[in-house]
């Protein structure tokens, strides 16, 4: 059973803090990593992607890839208020033992977090 | 910014009643994908959908379930004799590229299934 593990939260920063999000997975030949965003009561909106090891970073986010420990971050910068959601980790099936996708996302359970002003 | 659309945003039915929801995916988009979110859950993949035909499903999409693309823009949802169980939200998704990497999926805002 493929697995995508995230601590549920309550995670709560003051804000202008960073928030620190981790994500674990199980399936070592996965290779698409993914983060969504998902107020109470919406739909998952994606924010972040990444497929290689390393930081990738985009305006207040960033998302970090550490495919040996099977281990997947993000970090939001001067969180606001408005980031106050679920922060969802999904992680692309992969496809026997060569990393090919069968195309449906795995998700995690989500982390909430709370930003306080 | 193109985006998918789903219908209703909230159906209310009755035990053993069949419905059907609604999906206009992102136009140049080619796969397609039913996901549903118990109160409470994981965000749970049902099916995936490309050149008219099922490409993935998963044990839950058993055969209460089908899906279907009417036309060229519509790609629906049919469950068959709903069960209190089936209530949930089901999203819809769409990606241009799939059954490899970078496929961003992209979710639709929901149908919220109410079964009494």
């Known amino acids: 059973q493929k697995e995508v593990e995230q601590n549920s939260g309550p995670l709560s920063v003051p804000e202008g803090a960073i928030a620190s999000l981790n994500c674990t997975y199980s399936?070592?030949?996965?290779?698409?990593f993914f983060w969504y965003r998902q107020y109470s009561g919406k739909s998952p909106e994606l924010i972040m992607s990444?497929?290689?090891?390393g930081d990738k970073e985009d305006g207040r986010f960033t998302a970090q890839l550490n495919k040996a420990s099977q281990y997947v971050s993000l970090l939001i910068r001067d969180s606001q208020p408005s980031d106050s959601a679920t922060y969802l980790c999904?992680?692309?099936?992969?496809?026997?033992?060569?990393?090919?996708?069968?195309?449906?996302?795995?998700f995690g359970k989500g982390t909430k977090l709370s930003v306080k002003p | 910014e193109p985006e998918v659309t789903q219908t209703p945003s909230h159906q209310v039915t009755q035990m053993g009643q069949e419905v059907i929801l609604r999906c206009v995916p992102i136009?140049?988009?080619?796969?397609f994908y039913w996901y549903r979110q118990i109160l409470g859950q994981k965000v749970e993949f049902l099916v995936s959908?490309?050149?008219?035909?099922?490409?993935?499903k998963s044990e839950i999409f058993d055969d209460q379930f089908s899906v279907e693309r009417p036309d060229g823009s519509n790609f629906t949802l049919k469950i068959r004799s709903t069960k209190l169980e089936d209530s949930a939200m089901y999203f819809c998704?769409?990606?241009?590229?799939?059954?490899?990497?970078?496929?961003?999926?992209?979710f639709g805002p929901g149908t919220r299934l109410t079964v009494l």
């Open positions: 999904a992680v692309l099936a992969a496809l026997g033992n060569y990393g090919g996708s069968q195309g449906n996302l795995i």
């Open positions: 959908f490309y050149n008219n035909e099922i490409s993935e």
């Open positions: 399936d070592r030949v996965s290779q698409s």
């Open positions: 998704a769409s990606s241009e590229l799939g059954g490899g990497n970078y496929n961003e999926q992209f």
């Open positions: 136009s140049n988009h080619l796969y």
């Open positions: 990444i497929y290689s090891n």
